[in-house]
């Protein structure tokens, strides 16, 4: 079947010139290479986050040097250790049976652990009582300031429970190896369980600059003369003393036997090995 209704008829349209057509393109040629060339725009660049001490102009603090940081250990173990002793002389005195006085004392080193370096590590300063006599500090570097309260105290208690164990040495050189590998931050276990670094700070004691003073200055200046003196006069009185140069007499005498000793037994030795190897070697001839 076909369809009854006829299709409409298209229009005509009076065709272009090709001369028409090619100048028209030439316009929008022309117009579209006036633009700027797309190398000429400036590269698009994603932004980035700028650091909150590099958008204040500062740096964050030089990390911690290993001396410092074994030293600020060595005299928070110290403070620990002096009250735990004190603690369990207490109890002793209290009449505590030997169980419950060693109880006492890990207490005692526990409780004034997280106290020293938890709590007060978490406070503005950011350093304990070692860390301040040795002017550094514990830095959290998310916030560029002194950790929080749970991050110290869980950072102290790793740390603690490494110092209570009865092989001390073997998880505190576990853990400082970490830090050894860890050019770039510095961080040991506990540092890593913080999320903390350790860092130079300008408030604090300046212990090590003074016990280096001290010390130069006893070498170099008059104190020096002064030991020196005295040693000498030291000398000189206990030659003086009658029981110091009896002690000497006697000391020498006991040197003189010793050697006597060691001279006769040598020989005997010398004399019963030399019968044993001749005997040895006339079994074998005779073999």
């Known amino acids: 079947m076909t369809d009854p209704r006829p299709y409409p008829k298209q229009p005509q349209f009076p065709e272009r010139p090709k001369t028409e057509q090619l100048d028209q393109s030439a316009g929008e040629w022309q117009a579209f290479s006036a633009l700027p060339p797309a190398t000429s725009l400036p590269p698009v660049q994603a932004e980035r986050p700028v650091p909150q001490?590099?958008?204040k102009g500062e740096t964050l603090p030089k990390l911690a040097p290993w001396s410092k940081r074994i030293g600020a250990f060595a005299l928070d173990f110290g403070l620990g250790l002096g009250i735990s002793y004190l603690a369990q002389g207490l109890a002793a005195l209290v009449g505590s049976d030997a169980g419950a006085v060693d109880m006492v004392g890990y207490v005692a080193f526990f409780a004034t652990w997280l106290v020293n370096r938890g709590y007060c590590q978490s406070r503005p300063e950011g350093q304990s009582l070692g860390k301040?006599?040795?002017?550094i500090k514990t830095l959290d570097p998310e916030t560029e300031a002194s950790p929080h309260l749970i991050r110290s105290l869980a950072r102290e208690g790793v740390?603690?429970?490494f110092v209570l164990t009865e092989a001390l040495l073997?998880?505190?050189?576990?853990?400082g190896l970490f830090a050894v590998f860890d050019k770039e931050k510095r961080q040991t276990i506990h540092d890593r369980a913080g999320r903390t670094l350790v860092v130079e700070a300008e408030r604090g004691y300046h212990l090590d600059e003074k016990v280096l003073r001290f010390l130069q200055d006893i070498l170099e200046g008059d104190a020096a003369d002064d030991v020196k003196s005295a040693a000498r006069d030291l000398l000189r009185q206990a030659q003086r003393n009658d029981a110091v140069r009896d002690l000497s007499k006697q000391l020498q005498r006991l040197s003189k036997d010793?050697?006597?000793?060691?001279?006769?037994?040598?020989?005997?030795?010398?004399k019963h090995v030399k019968t044993w190897v001749d005997s040895v070697k006339e079994k074998l001839d005779n073999w």
């Open 159 to 161: 740390l603690s429970l």
């Open 132 to 135: 301040w006599l040795l002017n």
């Open 258 to 270: 010793v050697d006597r000793n060691a001279r006769s037994l040598r020989q005997q030795t010398g």
């Open 53 to 55: 001490a590099a958008a």
């Open 170 to 175: 073997v998880p505190l050189a576990a853990d």
